[in-house]
T-cell receptor, first 113, second 119 residues
Framework: GENVEQHPSTLSVQEGDSAVIKCTYS??????FPWYKQELGKRPQLIID?????GEKKDQRIAVTLNKTAKHFSLHITETQPEDSAVYFC????????????FGKGTRLHILP | NAGVMQNPRHLVRRRGQEARLRCSPM?????VYWYRQLPEEGLKFMVY????????ESGMPKERFSAEFPKEGPSILRIQQVVRGDSAAYFC?????????????????FGPGTRLTVL
């Protein structure tokens, strides 16, 4: 089955700097890659997603890139702000087959003042 | 449009008791997914249901755990004879089928979770 690896597990960046989180997946049939942000004690919230027919997607300070050949995808957060502090999960899914989302173990992002 | 609802938000059970967790999907959503999150860990898929059907239960333990999504009413995750290792946050998510929306129909939206503590 699908396996998603995520790193780093913890990331500290200075406020205003960029943060990059990287993930790899094992099943080449995966075609949907959502990213979720989870604040302490809260539900996971979808922040951005990308499909396998697209190489890059951007939404304000957040961007995601996908390399299908290498089977890896990354989240980029620019001009980080204190409210970006949270745990971020990458995930992979095969839509229209089983729709089951397999999550990475998460990256705890700390934005330092 | 109300989001995904879960109740109770917190549930305390003693070992050997039963736990029932409820999930009401977003309006118009007919797919429900249950995930378990242990402290400081990621989300682990448990089961995927459509109305009156279990589509995939490969992530759910074979014993003591069961799930249903009846034609009427919420989806229920049931844990019998709970043990301390069942203590976790249980999240459900729902997705839309067959209707166009702002996002693709397969996007999953999460509920607030039920935090189960087994004493």
């Amino acid at each position: 089955g699908e396996n998603v690896e995520q790193h780093p597990s913890t990331l500290s960046v200075q406020e205003g700097d960029s943060a990059v989180i990287k993930c790899t997946y094992s099943d080449s049939a995966s075609n949907y890659f959502p990213w979720y942000k989870q604040e302490l004690g809260k539900r996971p919230q979808l922040i951005i997603d990308i499909r396998s027919n697209v190489g890059e997607k951007k939404d304000q300070r957040i961007a995601v890139t996908l390399n299908k050949t290498a089977k890896h995808f990354s989240l980029h957060i620019t001009e980080t702000q204190p409210e970006d502090s949270a745990v971020y999960f990458c995930a992979a899914s095969i839509t229209n087959r089983d729709d089951k989302i397999i999550f990475g173990k998460g990256t705890r992002l700390h934005i330092l003042p | 449009n109300a989001g995904v609802m879960q109740n109770p938000r917190h549930l305390v059970r003693r070992r050997g008791q039963e736990a029932r967790l409820r999930c009401s999907p977003m309006k118009g959503h007919s797919h429900v997914y249950w995930y378990r999150q242990l402290p400081e860990e990621g989300l682990k898929f448990m089961v995927y249901l459509q109305k009156e059907n279990i589509i995939d239960e490969s992530g759910m333990p074979k014993e003591r755990f069961s799930a249903e999504f009846p034609k009427e009413g919420p989806s229920i995750l049931r844990i019998q004879q709970v043990v301390r290792g069942d203590s976790a946050a249980y999240f459900c998510a729902s997705s839309q089928v067959g209707l166009a929306g702002e996002r693709p129909k397969d996007t999953q939206y999460f509920g607030p979770g039920t935090r189960l503590t087994v004493l």
